[in-house]
């Protein structure tokens, strides 16, 4: 059974820095793209970053590129995403994606998916 469980999200100050795990069992993503999403109440859910499976390339979304950088570790089946400079408009829940099959930046492109994180930024 393949799980995606994430971890590290919590309550934080404005300005200040969070790191999300997302940990992978099951089979192994290390052939896979991985992603970050999120999703704020009474909105979509929205990309956030995402990583190639072999040349580490790295997209962001605007909105948090310079502050959000995503990596992993395909040894150990994990994807981070470490969130610096953050601003009550981060708050959401954020989830793990892996296995992406098209559009990177969309979230119905994943295969699989976490339970997500709350993470809330106060002002």
């Known amino acids: 059974q393949v799980q995606l469980v994430e971890s590290g999200g919590g309550l934080v100050q404005s300005g200040g820095s969070l790191r999300l795990s997302c940990a992978a069992s099951?089979?192994?993503?290390?052939?896979?793209?991985m992603g970050w999403f999120r999703q704020a109440p009474g909105k979509e859910r929205e990309f956030v970053a995402a990583?190639?499976?072999?040349?580490?390339?790295?997209y962001y979304a605007d909105s948090v590129k310079g502050r959000f950088t995503i990596s992993r570790d395909n040894g150990k089946n994990t994807v981070d995403l470490q969130m610096n400079s953050l601003a009550p408009e981060d708050t959401a829940v954020y989830y793990c994606?892996?296995?992406?099959?098209?559009?990177?930046?969309?979230?119905?492109?994943?295969?699989?998916w976490g339970q997500g994180t709350q993470v809330t930024v106060s002002s």
């Open positions: 099951g089979r192994t993503f290390s052939n896979d793209i």
């Open positions: 994606a892996a296995r992406n099959t098209g559009n990177i930046y969309s979230p119905v492109s994943y295969d699989f």
């Open positions: 990583i190639t499976w072999r040349r580490y390339i790295t």
